[in-house]
């Protein structure tokens, strides 16, 4: 009987624990979910494909939740890990497809508005190579060099090198379109 008692009180924590972890967890996609889909988004253009990426990050984050909960950013984590199932996702589409940049500067010298802006900031993003893709689209968001280096699991040296590839894009495209 004891060890029955015993049983029961185990079964009632486990699931109180499980409870709170669920809570956690549902917390997180409510302030995190919209954030990592956008930084997807950036990096491939592709709705759907931003989604599957990130859903099956969510997957691998919600078994292991217990720990990736303990981790200083949680969203560090599953955004890392979402943008490597969108890379493994993307070289299976190939979607590429570049359209010259000056051909874009020629409509869009200055960005009359936030949508314009987007755009050019998405042709430019498309051009880049993945990483150096990733590291433009998290410094639009405001993450500096060091959770930049977090997020991407980066050397900041790489960071800063990545930034400065960008801009040296940048200035080359610019020039051209001039």
Known sequence: MVALAQGDWEDDEQAHRQALLDESYTRFLRENYTKILKFLHRQCFDRHLAEDALQEALIVAMEKWETVSQHE??????????????????ERQRWRAVVPLDSVLDDLREPAGAHE??????????????????????????????????????????????????????????????
């Not at 560090?76 to 993307?90: G, I």
């Not at 590291?135 to 977090?150: K, T």
């Open 73 to 90: 950013k949680p969203h560090y984590w599953v955004r890392r890990t979402a943008w490597h199932k969108l890379q493994r996702l993307d």
């Open 117 to 178: 802006a987007e755009m050019l900031l998405e042709h430019v993003l498309r051009q880049l190579p993945y990483r150096q893709r990733a590291v433009l689209a998290l410094m639009v968001e405001g993450d500096d060099d060091e959770q930049i280096a977090r997020q991407l699991g980066l050397a900041l040296t790489t960071v800063a090198t990545y930034k400065s590839e960008v801009r040296k894009k940048f200035r080359e495209e610019a020039r051209h379109a001039s």
